[in-house]
């Protein structure tokens, strides 16, 4: 796991395992760590409207998962803001009991 942070720190390493390495140097330089330790498989990238908002206007991301569940926030970051125009293809939209799941192919 990269965790892209502006604060310095060692690799914490869990039970079970899990590695996870602080990234301070951007979102360049995060994906290229995690596309590597992936070899073949996928990557993905999770956070919050900040990073995902880097990434999209970066054109970085293929596809795109939302979780909506029936409450606002009332204040924070905007999920697109400052995010390019997206063509979207929808892939997949499940819901459960309080949240609902969607899936979209970023089209190009």
Do not use: C
Not at 5 to 24: A, D, N, S
Not at 35 to 63: M, R, S
Not at 90 to 100: D, E, K, N
Not at 101 to 107: A, C, E, L, Q, T
Request: proline fraction near 4%; avoid cysteine.
């Amino acid at each position: 796991m990269f965790v892209l942070t502006h604060h310095p720190r060692e690799p914490l390493t869990m039970k079970g395992g899990t590695t996870f390495t602080f990234v301070t140097d951007g979102i360049d330089s995060a994906l290229a760590q995690a596309l590597t330790a992936a070899g073949e498989q996928d990557v993905a990238i999770a956070g919050g409207a900040a990073t995902v908002n880097q990434y999209l206007a970066a054109g970085l991301i293929d596809e795109l998962r939302t979780h909506v569940a029936p409450f606002t926030l009332g204040a924070g970051e905007r999920l697109f803001d400052g995010a390019p125009v997206l063509n979207l293809e929808l892939l997949s939209a499940r819901y459960a009991s309080l949240v609902t799941h969607i899936g979209y192919r970023v089209v190009r």
